[in-house]
Structure formats: structure tokens, C-alpha cells
């Protein structure tokens, strides 16, 4: 989910509301697209590990009884590959043959798909490399940048016998952050080191050497020691101009590979420092790319952000203002909002704004004729709201990849649907780092244990081996409030299971944020907006 950068164009977008029409240029290309990010029963942080096979027929059919056409696939780097400590990757098997065979589900129901390769976000343990180590690689490292395109010759293998489906492909630039949110706040020695690596300084020789000198507040310039500016440093504007430069190379190489592949363009703005207030910065829209690009929208564009509920109206101005900045005034409107999250219970931002919700189906339908005029597709990240379990391979479909057992267990089932038989005695574990696993351990006094039996017993959680809570077991699906404090760490917990009786069991969940869309529950069942949703997508779809 977009979170801390939306909220840095709030200023430009309150004044800017009332822009004059222009004529539109249409650049899109085949049907309108009404797309959902799938997630199965999972999250996207577990997704390729816990989607059951015997689920995902009946899951698509449904998607596209709802009106969407289009299916959004998230493609982690890290995780589909390991051993990045080494010059050439190896790649986990068992992913590539759950990516292929879901991608023969989606074809099956005669739906497109578009890929978001790159996702940075990925349980798999022992991969050689941190998400902080991959980003900085693919900016400072020959070597990571080779793995990066390895690994788009696999995934491009992988769907060779499904590209007459393949709507799109697009890389995020959420997903190589670091030079964004990181390096600039990093002690200057860092910030240097990184410039260096980067090729900052020579890049900065292509400009005015007067405005450089101005900007950094020096009279004599060496471009070899000129640092990474910090986010209060004028010459960040600088900065902006070159992160954009070095995304934008990303894309090209990306494009070797996927010519289809465009960028899910950064369509916030960065504040640049001048005296006591700031100038909002913009970045670069690909208003010329013929692929379809990558947007997002939430409420809380264009809004105070101060906790307000917006009525559809306000909702529907800021709305206007944004599709017209993301397609200078629908001269390019050849842009899918893959994300359009017409309402947000991201936890991090509390105060965000949201629609009020009895007017968010009114919202939906009256968007349609935006979306027609300035888009090429819509769709929607949480088409089922989805919990942050902290597990790997909790529905043991990965095998026991990322467990450690003790005493007698045994894997039952098929590639369909798998399930881990406990006898009396015996134990399963695995360790993680809580603030990595979870969205936000801080803020959670108490944590959700669910899991799925086959009959009645006793389980016992232990944090570090030590007993937290024994639950009284019942067929089906439980569920268990627990203390949250043992796992507020930013060092690795253990987190393991003890059975008391035989049972067999599956479906391992500890969460404490449930994101929410409204359009279906955790458990599947119909949400709140789904009947405006599909409603919309038939206004999307109609001629």
C-alpha cells in the first residue's frame, strides 16, 4: 500500500482543483481494464508460499463474476530467487511451478494479467540479501543489476505460453526506495560513499555549475566530494532530478527484457527547502510512454489529512485534480489506477483522510465517467481484506520449508491442499524479526493465533520456548487473542507450537492489522461496497 509519500502532495493538490478542460488524446490500446490484485485467503507478503491450488478456480471465477477482466500478480525478486551472495542466483523451483500454474488458472477463465516484477516483500528465508542490500544493489552493483535481469529472463520464460493474455508489466518505483526514503537521511560519510557509488557527482557536472555552487552554498566545486543532499538541503531538488534518472535506467534495462514493461510512476511531489517553507518538487510522469503506466489513488489526495471524512463531492474534485496532473490534462491517458483504494485503513498514517462511508458507493458510481475519460483501467489492491500474518509457509504448501520440527510430524495432502499431521509431544518452529513480519508490532497490544484443526485437542503457543497460551482445540477454524508484547522485537523471536493430542492442522496465522476494503471479508464472505464495485465495473466495462 501507497502510505508515506501520499501524504507529501496534499498542498498542491488543495489549490490546484479547478484546472480547465483540454482536449483529450487517447493513447490507450484494447479493452478497458478492471483489474484485482490477487492474494487468494493470504497477503501479499506470503501469498506465493500459502495459496491453496484447490482454492484458486472457484477464487478467479468469482473475481470475474464481480466484473473484473484482469488479474495483478505481484512477482517478488527476492524470494522467487536466493543466494544473491553469489554472482548468479538460484531461483526456488517450487515458485516458478505455483507462478505457472497460476497463470494457466488465470488464462483458463479467459482473463488477462499484468505483472508487477520487482516486489520487494517476501518471507523466504536464507536468500543471501536483505531488501536494504537488494535496493542499494541495483543502483550501485554490476552484479546485482545482471541478477536483476536474470531474473526477468526467468519470469519472462515462465510466461512464454501465456502472453496473449499479459495486459501489462510494470515495476514500481516503491519498490527500489532506498534512494528516496534511506540514503538521504544516512550520516554524511554514508551519503558520500553512496554518491560516489551512484556516479552523483559526475552526473551533477551537466549542470550549472553557478546554480550548483548557489544551491550547496561553496564557491569552489569538487564533484567527487559532493554528499547526497539531505531532505533539507536546497540542493535536494537536485537530487529529485537525478533518483528520477537512475529509476528511469531501471526501466530500460527492465525493457530489454519486457518491451511491454512501463513504470508505476511516483506521482507524489517531494518538499524542497527555501528559507522557511518548502517548494513541492514533482517527478517525472511518462507522459510519452505507450505501455500502460502505473498509478494510485486514496483518499487522502488533495485533503487536510487531519482525520476528516470527505463527502463524495470533495472526494470527486481532488479525484478530477489528480487524474488531470497524472495525464497533463488527458494528453496521455494510458494509465491503469492498479490501485484504487477508495478507502485506506493503512495503520501508519492514522490521520489520513477517507470518503464517509455512506457516501463511498456514491463516490464509486459517479467515478466511472473519470475513470473512462482519463484511464485506461481501474482496479483494486485488497479484493479481499487480508491479515499481516507474520508466518512463512504457514499453510504448509512451501512443505516445511522455514520450519523446524521435533517429535513426529508428517505432511499430508497433495499440491492441491496441504496439511501437517501433529502426534502428541511433538513441536514445529520457526524464527523471524516481529517488526519485519508484522505491519506495525508497535502499536498492537494484542496479536490474532488462528489455525484450522481436524478435531479436538490442546495446542500450545510458545514465544522462545516459552508458554504463552495453550488452546483448547475445535474442529475447523480457530482463533485466539494473545499478548502481543513478547513480540515487539527487532531481533529474531521464535515462534513455535506444541501439540498436546494428535491433530492435524493448517492454515498458521499470528496477526494483529487486518487490511480492509470493504469488498469481501477474510473469510470471504460479501463486503459492504461490493455491490457499488461491481456496479462500477459495469459502467467501466459498457460501450
Known amino acids: 500500500m501507497k502510505t508515506a509519500t501520499l501524504i507529501l502532495l496534499t498542498l498542491m493538490l488543495v489549490a490546484c482543483n479547478d484546472a480547465p478542460e483540454s482536449n483529450e488524446q487517447d493513447h490507450r490500446g484494447g479493452p478497458f481494464i478492471t483489474s484485482a490484485h490477487y492474494f487468494s485467503s493470504t497477503w501479499p507478503k506470503t501469498f506465493w508460499q500459502d495459496f491453496e491450488r484447490a482454492d484458486v478456480a472457484a477464487e478467479l471465477q468469482q473475481i470475474k463474476a464481480d466484473g473484473f ?124 560513499q553512496h554518491a560516489r557509488q551512484m556516479g552523483y557527482g559526475e552526473w551533477l557536472k551537466s549542470k550549472d555549475s553557478n546554480v550548483l555552487r548557489v544551491l550547496l552554498g561553496v564557491n569552489e566545486l569538487n564533484h567527487h566530494d559532493i554528499p547526497i543532499p539531505t531532505t533539507q538541503d536546497e540542493s535536494y531538488v537536485f537530487y529529485i532530478e537525478f533518483i528520477d534518472q537512475q529509476l528511469d535506467q531501471i526501466l530500460v534495462n527492465t525493457q530489454q527484457v519486457f518491451p511491454q514493461a512501463a513504470l508505476e510512476i511516483r506521482v507524489d511531489k517531494d518538499p524542497v527547502k527555501q528559507g522557511e517553507s518548502f517548494i513541492w518538487v514533482g517527478h517525472e510522469l511518462y507522459l510519452d510512454e505507450s505501455n500502460h503506466r502505473g498509478t494510485y489513488w486514496a483518499p487522502f489526495w488533495g485533503a487536510a489529512n487531519q482525520g476528516e471524512l470527505l463527502t463524495a463531492e470533495q472526494a470527486l474534485k481532488n479525484f478530477r485534480y489528480f487524474l488531470k496532473y497524472v495525464t497533463a490534462d488527458g494528453n496521455n491517458t494510458n494509465h491503469v489506477i492498479e490501485q484504487f483504494n477508495f478507502t485506506d485503513n493503512t495503520p501508519y498514517f492514522p490521520n489520513n483522510a477517507n470518503i464517509l462511508p455512506d457516501e463511498i458507493d456514491d463516490f464509486l458510481l459517479a467515478s466511472a465517467p473519470l475513470l473512462k475519460q482519463y484511464t485506461a483501467g481501474a482496479g483494486v489492491w485488497a479484493y479481499r481484506n487480508y491479515h499481516d500474518n507474520a508466518l512463512y509457509n504457514g499453510s504448509f504448501e512451501m512443505g516445511l520449508n522455514g520450519w523446524q520440527t521435533s517429535g513426529q510430524t508428517e505432511l499430508q495432502g497433495d499440491e492441491f491442499d496441504r496439511q501437517l499431521s501433529m502426534t502428541n509431544g511433538s513441536t514445529i518452529s520457526q524464527s523471524f524479526i516481529p517488526v519485519d513480519h508484522f505491519m506495525l508490532i508497535s502499536a498492537y497490544e494484542t496479536v490474532d493465533w488462528c489455525f484450522v484443526a481436524d478435531a479436538h485437542g490442546q495446542l500450545e503457543l510458545l514465544i522462545n520456548e516459552q508458554p504463552l497460551h495453550l488452546a483448547k482445540v475445535v474442529p475447523g477454524e480457530n482463533c485466539f487473542p494473545v499478548d502481543a508484547a513478547p513480540l515487539k522485537s527487532s531481533t529474531p523471536v521464535q515462534v513455535g507450537f506444541i501439540a498436546h493430542s494428535d491433530l492435524v492442522v493448517d492454515e498458521f496465522s499470528i496477526h494483529g492489522f487486518t487490511q480492509d476494503l470493504g469488498l469481501y471479508q477474510t473469510n470471504g464472505e460479501p463486503g459492504r461496497y461490493l455491490p457499488a464495485y461491481r456496479q462500477l465495473n459495469q459502467l467501466l466495462l459498457d460501450d
Open 69 to 192: 477482466n484482469t488479474i495483478v500478480l505481484t512477482v517478488p525478486w527476492r524470494g522467487f530467487e536466493i543466494n544473491f551472495q553469489n554472482p548468479v542466483t538460484d531461483s526456488v523451483e517450487t515458485l516458478y511451478d505455483r507462478f505457472e500454474w497460476l497463470l494457466a488458472a488465470i488464462t483458463d477463465q479467459q482473463m488477462q494479467y499484468i505483472l508487477r516484477v520487482g516486489f520487494p516483500h517476501d518471507y523466504t528465508p536464507d536468500t543471501g540479501i536483505t531488501g536494504m542490500q537488494q535496493c542499494v544493489g541495483i543502483y550501485t552493483k554490476d552484479q546485482t543489476r545482471a541478477q536483476w535481469l536474470n531474473y526477468l529472463d526467468k519470469v519472462k520464460t515462465a510466461t512464454a505460453p501465456f502472453t496473449d493474455h499479459l495486459a501489462g508489466v510494470l515495476i514500481s518505483w516503491e519498490d527500489f526506495w532506498c534512494p528516496h526514503f534511506v540514503f538521504p537521511h544516512l550520516p554524511e560519510n554514508d551519503r558520500l
